[in-house]
């Protein structure tokens, strides 16, 4: 069973940068498309970036489109999430995920980790 743990969450300035970080702890039986999603109190959830499971196809969400960059250690089954640029509108729980498909990832059916708080002061 995938067991996805995020980590590198906390508070930056705007304008800064953070790293976000998760990793599958369960059985690596096979190499899971992987993303990130992040909530904000009072707002739906929302993609924001994933991954193919070779790391070679990436798909952003508008807001995320030249100011982070998904990436992937295979090996190890992890995925991060350079977040640069970063603005108070980005404050939110981010959320990894990992599904058969990107489209899976992209529509919110996978597998969850907890989340890592991300906190931006202007």
């Known amino acids: 069973q995938v067991q996805l743990a995020e980590s590198g969450g906390g508070l930056v300035q705007a304008g800064g940068s953070l790293r976000l970080a998760c990793v599958d702890s369960g059985p690596a039986y096979s190499i899971y498309p992987m993303g990130w999603f992040r909530q904000a109190p009072g707002k739906e959830r929302e993609f924001v970036a994933s991954?193919?499971?070779?790391?070679?196809?990436?798909y952003y969400a508008d807001d995320a489109k030249g100011r982070f960059t998904i990436s992937r250690d295979d090996n190890k089954n992890n995925v991060y999430l350079q977040m640069n640029n970063v603005k108070p509108e980005d404050t939110a729980v981010y959320l990894c995920?990992?599904?058969?498909?990107?489209?899976?990832?992209?529509?919110?059916?996978?597998?969850w980790g907890h989340g890592t708080q991300v906190t931006v002061s202007s």
């Open positions: 995920t990992a599904a058969s498909s990107q489209r899976a990832i992209r529509s919110g059916s996978g597998y």
């Open positions: 991954v193919d499971w070779s790391g070679g196809s990436t």
